[in-house]
């Protein structure tokens, strides 16, 4: 069984929310990260990513306007969690990125990529269990 604390990145970027967009992206490029968690003060209140910013340029939106007139509600998963779950919940809310709570704290992250990282090397040792079980027969002629 996995869980989310085995896969989550525990060091997770932030930004304020009266962070500017154009922070936001800098910040995305430097660190090259794909997402943000936004914060006002020590509480997690939303998250950015290099698509809701995208989005915002296309539409005409003001660079200079603040992270948190982007935020949407933030939906996020415990490290207890098992990875099935966690897939589950960005599935069902089109997401690719899951903040990781713990005790009203965000302690981490977790990514559609570390999700399929994770059933990679899942699928990949299971494999080799198999592989190591199982001799082909000795033909001698």
């Known amino acids: 069984m996995i869980y989310v604390k085995d896969i989550m990145t525990r060091k997770v970027r932030t930004i304020d929310a009266d962070a500017s967009i154009k922070e936001a992206a800098k910040a995305m490029s430097k660190?090259?990260?794909?997402?943000?968690?936004?914060?006002?003060?020590?509480?997690?209140?939303?998250?950015?990513?290099?698509?809701?910013?995208?989005?915002?340029v296309a539409r005409g939106h003001d660079p200079d306007a603040t992270v948190g007139s982007l935020?949407?509600?933030?939906?996020?998963?415990?490290?207890?969690?098992?990875v099935e779950v966690a897939a589950?919940?960005?599935?069902?809310?089109?997401?690719?990125?899951?903040?990781?709570?713990?005790?009203?704290?965000?302690v981490g992250i977790v990514t559609q990529t570390d999700i399929v990282g994770s059933s990679f090397s899942l699928v990949?040792?299971?494999?080799?269990?198999?592989?190591?079980?199982?001799?082909p027969p000795d033909f001698e002629m």
Not at 43 to 52: L, N, R
Not at 75 to 80: D, H, K
């Open 31 to 56: 660190w090259r990260i794909g997402a943000l968690v936004i914060m006002a003060g020590s509480k997690p209140v939303g998250i950015i990513t290099e698509g809701d910013i995208s989005r915002s």
């Open 71 to 82: 935020k949407k509600s933030l939906i996020t998963v415990s490290p207890a969690e098992k």
């Open 88 to 106: 589950r919940i960005m599935s069902e809310a089109g997401i690719k990125k899951l903040p990781v709570m713990e005790n009203h704290k965000l």
């Open 124 to 135: 990949t040792s299971l494999k080799e269990m198999v592989q190591a079980r199982y001799r």
